[in-house]
């Protein structure tokens, strides 16, 4: 069965789509991903919860920041169907989590906009800082790192060994923090 993307949603065929529409249409952008997402795992199964909570977030990103030079990891993954619905999946996103479809989750044989293979919880934070790491011995002054990690993920000890472990000097390293039922957003930058 196909499913029909919203029209805003249809011209979207990669962040930089996205990043030509004015702020205002943005919401209706949000408002045509939850429903392609709840429409899709309706049907064909999968995370429910998790992407929809994170649908506003997930377009701020890949708005704010140049994606995929600037490298967004999720923590776990699950809650990356947008990310996935915005970064050229789009028609395939009906294939997810079926044998030889997408991945679940974040996958980097699968786009160069997953950064980091995940499914693991709380490897979000060190992954993104050995990435801006990476970066300062490159000179790529430039570039952001971001981490989205949900408030269950970041109780792990080692999400909490990668913060302290950031406290060292960084270029910058942003870092979001985010509930299903409830997003707030923790904005951490050195
Ligand atoms: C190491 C590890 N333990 C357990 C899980 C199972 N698991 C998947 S999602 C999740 C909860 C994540 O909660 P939160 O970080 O708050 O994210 P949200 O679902 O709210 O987006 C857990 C425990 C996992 N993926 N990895």
Redesign the pocket.
Known sequence: MFIKPGKLLAAIDSPADLRKLPPEQLLEVCQELRQFIIDNVSIYGGHFG?SL?VVELTVALHYIFNTPEDQLVW??G??AYGHKILTGRRDTFYTNRKYGGLSGFPKRKESAYDTFGV????TSISAALGMAVASQYKGEVNRQHIAV??????TAGMAFEALNHAGLPIPICSLFS???ACPSTLMWER
């Open positions: 998790a909570g923590d776990v699950h809650q499914g693991h919880s709380s990690i949900g408030d269950g993920a970041l985010t509930t299903t």
